[in-house]
Each structure stands twice: as structure tokens, then as C-alpha cells.
């Protein structure tokens, strides 16, 4: 198994532009993985983690109510937003500047091949990050993410999590809150979810965080996580 996974932080950029460079990663992982098998040879799959910042944007699961978005097209447009269909698990959600967006590209093969185990490592991962601060944070029974006060009425979600695999090879991910300006979560129904709340982790805090110090805690609570060697970043 290949532990080795490459990091990679592309900063600020386009969403289209991060799928199509994410959808092109994930082909070739499956090609390899693919070939190897064909070929009765154990050669090994690689393994990408990449986080990145978007524009404003609002994207839609392939099983997710299009209805959700309450923007119509003069809406996005003057909230300077774009909206996508895309092919991961889940509804509709907000990424933006101020959001930590994770994109783990990994032959879970590598790892340990279980969907289920494989989000809930996503998310110990920002539960862990979230202590570092103070913040204490957990899981919501019924739903994936991870969020703050599950246990009682004031429950609010700090971040997002949509999955796609095949042949065991991961894409899409999380989205973590971080400064991001959560006024634009009001424009949906977060992942169909009308009666719960969203935070970030300045909200909770009431400050700005240096974004790049809570990049480096997640990737090293990921890595630990999943007992990864991490390669450049």
C-alpha cells in the first residue's frame, strides 16, 4: 500500500477550473489502477490532497433539489456568484473566499476501503482542528459534516462534506469555515437543511484566524488520521 500522498495548496481559484483539474487527477489515478490490474501487477495508485479557496460559488449534489438555491440568475449575478451541477454525494452548498475546501484525491485501496470510515476520518480531522482553538465540535446523528451544539436546539454546521469514489478512488470533499462570509448561505437551503444554523470559526471566536495556520493543523490532523506520508506543501 502507498502511504505517500502529494500535497498541494492551489490558492484562490475558479471552480470550474479546480474540477476540471481535480476530474483530470482522479481519471488518471483510476487509469493506473485500472492498467496495473489488467496487467496482474502491483504497482501503486498515487495519492493527492489538495486544498484550495473559491470565488463565490454555489454547487449542487447529483441527488440534491435545485430548488434549494434561492438565487434566480439576476440573483448570482449580483451577488457576483455561480452556480454548478456537479457529480459528488449530498445538496446544494456555498463555497468561498475564507473557506478552507479540501479535495482528497486517494486509492482508498491505500488505506482502508470503507466509505462510511473514510468521511467519519474526514471529520475527526476537523473536530481535532476545531479543538485546537477551543472549540468543541462533533458529529450530528442523521448527517455528515461537523458541527457545533449537535446535542441541543442551537445546532450549527462549520463544515460541509460531499464524496465521490469509484474503483476506490476518491474526489470532491469538504468545505471548511474558516473567515468566510456566511451572509451567503442565506441565498440556499444548506444541504437541504432549512432549520439548522452555519458557523465558521470566526464566528465562534469572534476573530479573524490566519487561514494558512489552520491549513497546516488540518493536513497534519489528516495525515496522522490516516497514517500518510505527506509529499511537497
Known amino acids: 500500500?502507498?502511504?505517500?500522498?502529494?500535497?498541494?495548496?492551489?490558492?484562490?481559484?475558479?471552480?470550474?477550473?479546480?474540477?476540471?483539474?481535480q476530474e483530470e487527477i482522479f481519471t488518471r489515478t483510476v487509469a493506473v489502477k485500472n492498467e496495473n490490474r489488467i496487467n496482474g501487477t502491483a504497482g501503486s495508485t498515487p495519492n493527492h490532497l489538495i486544498f484550495?479557496?473559491?470565488?463565490h460559488v454555489y454547487t449542487l449534489g447529483k441527488s440534491g433539489h435545485e430548488e434549494y438555491l434561492l438565487l434566480d440568475e439576476a440573483g448570482l449575478k449580483e451577488k457576483?456568484?455561480?452556480?454548478?451541477?456537479?457529480?459528488r454525494g449530498g445538496d446544494i452548498t456555498y463555497h468561498g473566499p475564507g473557506q478552507i475546501v479540501g479535495y482528497p484525491i486517494l486509492?482508498?485501496?491505500?488505506?482502508?476501503?470503507?466509505?462510511?470510515?473514510?468521511?467519519?476520518?474526514l471529520e475527526e480531522a476537523?473536530?481535532?482542528?476545531?479543538?485546537?482553538?477551543?472549540?468543541?465540535?462533533?458529529?450530528?446523528?442523521?448527517?455528515t459534516g461537523v458541527w457545533i451544539d449537535a446535542d441541543n436546539g442551537n445546532a450549527r454546521k462549520i463544515c460541509a462534506m460531499g464524496?465521490?469514489?469509484?474503483?476506490?478512488?476518491?474526489?470532491?470533499?469538504?468545505?471548511?469555515?474558516?473567515?468566510?462570509?456566511?451572509?451567503?448561505?442565506?441565498?440556499?437551503?444548506?444541504?437541504?437543511?432549512?432549520?439548522?444554523?452555519?458557523?465558521?470559526?470566526?464566528?465562534?471566536?469572534?476573530?479573524?484566524?490566519?487561514?494558512e495556520e489552520?491549513?497546516?493543523?488540518?493536513?497534519?490532523?489528516?495525515?496522522?488520521?490516516?497514517?500518510?506520508?505527506?509529499i511537497g506543501g
Request: glycine fraction near 8%; charge should be negative; charged fraction near 25%.
Open 126 to 143: 476537523v473536530i481535532r482542528t476545531c479543538a485546537g482553538y477551543g472549540i468543541k465540535a462533533g458529529r450530528y446523528e442523521g448527517y
Open 1 to 21: 500500500m502507498n502511504k505517500q500522498v502529494h500535497f498541494i495548496d492551489w490558492g484562490l481559484t475558479d471552480y470550474q477550473e479546480a474540477w476540471d483539474r
Open 214 to 230: 489552520v491549513k497546516y493543523t488540518l493536513k497534519q490532523h489528516i495525515a496522522d488520521l490516516f497514517g500518510m506520508e505527506l
Open 107 to 121: 486509492d482508498l485501496d491505500n488505506f482502508f476501503t470503507d466509505i462510511h470510515l473514510y468521511l467519519r476520518t
Open 52 to 55: 484550495t479557496e473559491h470565488p
Open 163 to 211: 464524496v465521490r469514489a469509484s474503483r476506490w478512488v476518491t474526489m470532491h470533499g469538504f468545505a471548511f469555515n474558516v473567515n468566510v462570509d456566511l451572509s451567503y448561505f442565506g441565498h440556499i437551503i444548506p444541504c437541504g437543511i432549512d432549520d439548522k444554523d452555519v458557523t465558521s470559526l470566526e464566528r465562534e471566536l469572534g476573530r479573524k484566524l490566519d487561514v
Open 80 to 87: 457576483n456568484a455561480t452556480f454548478y451541477k456537479i457529480n
